[in-house]
Nanobody, 130 residues
Framework: QVQLVESGGGSVQAGGSLRLSCVAS?????????MGWFRQAPGKEREGVAA????????YYATSLKDRFTISRDNDKTTLYLQIDNLKPEDTATYYC??????????????????????WGQGTQVTVSS
């Protein structure tokens, strides 16, 4: 069982920035996993934001978000990050990190398949006011 714990959410004004973190309990699992960030706003479906491959750390982004979101993982690969710049009210959502064993299947297509991700964190809330 892999545990993922997100942090870094909060309430910010539009135009601000946040850096979300996700700490994993199992280094060997996440080292070999595609790690992703998803978000879900009230009344909406879960949406893939970004993912990063194991090994080379190739990033993938949802097309509409790639200019403001940056996904990364640290050298020991137990922590996943999501930098969000120029926050907008429509970014308000609960943000989840998730792990998919192996490579990000289909690259950015993995973002449309949250069902493939086996492990999920509890989420961190981001609220953006105008």
């Amino acid at each position: 069982q892999v545990q993922l714990v997100e942090s870094g959410g909060g309430s910010v004004q539009a135009g601000g920035s946040l850096r979300l973190s996700c700490v994993a309990s199992d280094y060997s699992y996440v080292e070999n996993s595609c790690m992703g960030w998803f978000r879900q706003a009230p009344g909406k479906e879960r949406e893939g934001v970004a993912a990063i491959s194991p090994g080379a750390g190739i990033p993938y982004y949802a097309t509409s978000l790639k200019d403001r979101f940056t996904i990364s993982r640290d050298n020991d690969k137990t922590t996943l990050y999501l930098q969000i710049d120029n926050l907008k009210p429509e970014d308000t959502a609960t943000y989840y990190c998730a792990a998919l064993w192996g490579y990000c299947t289909g690259g950015d297509a993995a973002l449309s398949r949250p069902d493939m991700f086996a492990y999920w964190g509890q989420g961190t809330q981001v609220t953006v006011s105008s």
